[in-house]
């Protein structure tokens, strides 16, 4: 069972990461260093602007690789690792509803990743 959960958490990761970082580039972060406004005047905030969205998918997928080989060997599972990561996907997915008002797409993948996590952890 907890390995199935991990497996259901890691694939919902992955996809949701994946999306963060395609859909966001597209509709976000493309348009918006290709504008001149404010900050985005300057090259160098164009730039870090870009690159922290993309890391920030790139640390999601390093959390959901921690799920799937987790799940791929759950005896040998570090349980206080997969806690932290389950919590902050959970809190995370909270906040991101919490601070939207539920408009943001991505706060129930997140939620459902950190609660499948926990879940198999219990």
């Given at each position: 069972m907890s390995e199935i959960l991990l497996t259901m958490a890691?694939?919902?990761?992955?996809?949701?990461?994946?999306v963060h970082s395609i859909v966001g580039e597209k509709r976000l972060i493309?348009?918006?260093?290709?504008?001149?406004?404010?900050?985005?005047?300057?090259?160098?905030?164009?730039?870090?602007?870009?690159?922290?969205?993309?890391?920030?998918?790139?640390?999601?997928?390093?959390?959901?690789?921690?799920?799937?080989?987790?799940?791929?060997?759950?005896?040998?599972?570090?349980?206080?690792?997969?806690?932290?990561?389950?919590?902050?996907f959970l809190i995370s997915g909270i906040y991101d509803a919490i601070i939207t008002k539920g408009k943001h797409i991505g706060w129930p993948m997140l939620t459902a990743v950190g609660a499948l996590t926990l879940f198999a952890i219990i």
């Open positions: 890691a694939i919902l990761g992955f996809a949701t990461l994946l493309g348009p918006l260093v290709h504008s001149n406004d404010g900050v985005m005047s300057n090259d160098l905030a164009k730039q870090v602007t870009r690159f922290a969205w993309h890391f920030t998918s790139i640390l999601g997928l390093i959390a959901t690789f921690i799920l799937a080989k987790s799940a791929y060997d759950f005896a040998e599972a570090d349980i206080a690792l997969l806690a932290v990561t389950g919590s902050a």
